[in-house]
Structure formats: structure tokens, C-alpha cells
């Protein structure tokens, strides 16, 4: 058990709706990190917050965005949903930016299914 | 820029072989290079990180991995795989930049043959 933890586990909808993704980092991590896995991309960064602010943009549609809470915990929110966007979203948390970095720690992951 | 090739997306191995799976990375700066296990049906899980201190890095379940800066690889070994081993291994790199961004490469799936 990483420490991280993600709900739900698993999300069923349709095309053109709208869902949101929550994660609680492990306790003491400020960093908040999500990644998508798909067959087809592999896993992708999409994007990284800490202690509330936004840190780094990787791969993320625009349909996409996320937010970091003051109590740290992040939730991501996909609309406009698309066959494409089925995938494992998963997020990681560290304590923070360091050199050297921190290593991530990984939730569990959330299966989105879009029919 | 910095990424990670892993030669092979699936490697089989007979249980009590040798198991090495192979990771180059391309980095314009000093690299910090990660190797992590995701199990079936769950989040990845750290096996062991280079971070510039000693170049052989041992890690969790028996695994260690070389830093050969000559060869830009950071290749994963185990002496004698389990069948427990089996599972879709991601070799990463990251910088010492603004958000520490890990950078994964496309995983290697191993199989253990009894």
C-alpha cells in the first residue's frame, strides 16, 4: 500500500458526459502528479500540482483540468468524454521538487470507461 | 529533452534465470533514473532509483540496476527470476527542473516460465 488513494476505482459513462477523479496523496507529500495509461500512449504525465499551485503541463487536452485543494488532496475533471479517452488514470504524490527528485508514489488507479 | 527507451516490450525468462531488461535514456543533463513494477491490476511500485551517488543500485525483491554513463543505460537484473516477478516493468527519468517530471518509457512485460 503506497499511501495514495484514488476513487472511484472504476467509472462507466457515456460519450459527452463529464466526470471527476479524485486522489489523496500519502501523508506529507505536497506534490500531486496525474498520469494516464493506455494501450496505444503508454503513461503519459498530464499534469502536477503543488501545495496548491500549478507546476508543470505535460500531455493535457484541454477538455481536461485539474485543481490541488488546501488540504492537498486533487481531483481531475474530464468533460466532453471520448472513446479515446478510456484509459487507467492514475496519480502519484512525493514530497516535493528536490534535487535529486523525490521518488513518486502511486495510487491504485481509476479504469474509465467511455461507451 | 529527456526520455527513455526500453528495448523489448516483452522479454520471457524461465524461472530461476538470469532476468535483465534493458533501459537507454537520452538526457541533456545529469540524469536521476527510476525503475519501477506494476502488478496486475495495480499502481506502479518503486524497485529502485539512481540519484548519482553509487553507480550500482540495489533495489526491493533482488533486482539492482547499473548507471553505465558511456552507454547512457540504466539496464534492470535480477540473478534468478520468481515466478512472482512477472509483471510490466517502466524505466523513468527525471530532472532536477521545476516540477521533478517523470519521464516513462513504453514498459517491458515479463514473463516467468515454471
Known amino acids: 500500500d503506497s499511501g495514495v488513494t484514488q476513487t472511484p476505482k472504476h467509472l462507466i459513462t457515456a460519450t459527452g458526459q463529464r466526470v471527476t477523479l479524485r486522489c489523496s496523496p500519502r501523508?506529507?507529500?505536497?506534490?500531486v502528479y496525474w498520469y494516464q495509461q493506455s494501450l496505444d500512449q503508454g503513461l503519459q504525465f498530464l499534469i502536477q500540482?503543488?501545495?496548491?499551485?500549478?507546476?508543470a503541463k505535460g500531455n493535457i487536452l484541454e477538455r481536461f483540468s485539474a485543481q490541488q485543494f488546501p488540504d492537498l488532496h486533487s481531483e481531475l475533471n474530464l468533460s466532453s468524454l471520448e472513446l479515446g479517452d478510456s484509459a487507467l488514470y492514475f496519480c502519484?504524490?512525493?514530497?516535493?521538487?528536490?534535487?535529486?527528485?523525490?521518488?513518486?508514489?502511486f495510487g491504485p488507479g481509476t479504469r474509465l470507461t467511455v461507451t | 529533452a529527456q526520455s527513455v527507451t526500453q528495448l523489448g516490450s516483452h522479454v520471457s525468462v524461465s524461472e530461476g534465470a538470469l532476468v535483465l531488461l534493458r533501459c537507454n535514456y537520452s538526457?541533456?543533463?545529469?540524469?536521476?533514473l527510476f525503475w519501477y513494477v506494476q502488478y496486475p491490476n495495480q499502481g506502479l511500485q518503486l524497485l529502485l532509483k539512481?540519484?548519482?551517488?553509487?553507480?550500482l543500485v540495489k533495489g526491493i525483491n533482488g533486482f539492482e540496476a547499473e548507471f553505465k554513463k558511456s552507454e547512457t543505460s540504466f539496464h534492470l537484473t535480477k540473478p534468478s527470476a520468481h515466478m512472482s516477478d512477472a509483471a510490466e516493468y517502466f524505466c523513468?527519468?527525471?530532472?532536477?527542473?521545476?516540477?521533478?517530471?517523470?519521464?516513462f518509457g513504453t514498459g517491458t512485460s515479463l514473463t516467468v516460465i515454471p
Open positions: 502519484a504524490s512525493s514530497v516535493g521538487p528536490g534535487v535529486p527528485p523525490y521518488e513518486q508514489y
Open positions: 501523508s506529507g507529500d505536497l506534490s
Open positions: 500540482y503543488y501545495n496548491g499551485e500549478e507546476r
Open positions: 538526457s541533456s543533463v545529469p540524469p536521476y
Open positions: 539512481y540519484t548519482s551517488a553509487a553507480t
Open positions: 523513468a527519468v527525471s530532472d532536477s527542473g521545476t516540477g521533478n517530471q517523470f519521464y
